[in-house]
């Protein structure tokens, strides 16, 4: 087996479990949340290493996001951070869609990936003041977006 074969094998591996890992959130949150950082961030290597085209890659990246979002939003329908995480669920989703339509990843530095670092912190402490979380979360995702998406850094 040719090493392209294995990795388009491991592949479609990382990008079912990707569909199938959000329903854990209801019984296991803070594994799935886990789990659905670790395969996000190296399922664009495997594409890399598959061959595929880089907005090919892209688009089925942000849609796999969108739908592990859909699910963190769902999760939190009754809590009392439900409002706020639908603000940055929008927010996060304008930009996914303006940045697949314009294949422009540089979109994503003005519409950084905040709800899940909030949703991780609202996880680990969840008495911890929503303006507080906000602004933690902001800030790490201004980094992590500028990490991925503008140095040279090679985080996979």
């Not at 594409?47 to 688009?59: D, L």
């Not at 979002?69 to 439900?82: E, G, Q, T």
């Not at 990843?105 to 990936?113: L, S």
């Not at 303006?131 to 140095?151: A, C, P």
């Given at each position: ?7 388009k ?5 990382v ?15 803070l ?5 659905s950082?670790?395969l ?12 595929a ?13 969108y739908w592990w ?7 939190l329908?009754?809590a ?8 940055l669920?929008?927010?996060r ?11 422009d990843?540089?979109i994503y530095?003005w ?7 909030f949703?991780l912190?609202y ?12 602004v ?5 995702s ?14 996979v």
């Amino acid at each position: 087996m040719s090493k392209n074969r294995r990795f388009k094998i491991i592949l479609i591996l990382v990008e079912v479990s990707r569909i199938g890992l959000p329903f854990l959130i209801f019984t296991h949150p803070l594994l799935a949340l886990i789990c659905s950082l670790l395969l996000d961030n190296v399922d664009g290597q495997l594409f890399y290493e598959a061959g595929a085209k880089w907005s090919y890659y892209n688009t089925i990246d942000k849609l796999l996001d969108y739908w592990w979002y859909v699910f963190i939003v769902l999760y939190l329908w009754n809590a009392p951070i439900f409002g706020m995480a639908l603000v940055l669920f929008l927010y996060r989703s304008i930009g996914q869609f303006i940045g697949i339509f314009r294949k422009d990843e540089k979109i994503y530095r003005w519409f950084p990936n905040i709800l899940e670092w909030f949703f991780l912190l609202y996880l680990l402490f969840p008495h911890l003041n929503v303006g507080i979380s906000l602004v933690i979360s902001l800030l790490w995702s201004i980094f992590v977006e500028w990490l991925i998406h503008k140095s040279n850094a090679h985080i996979v």
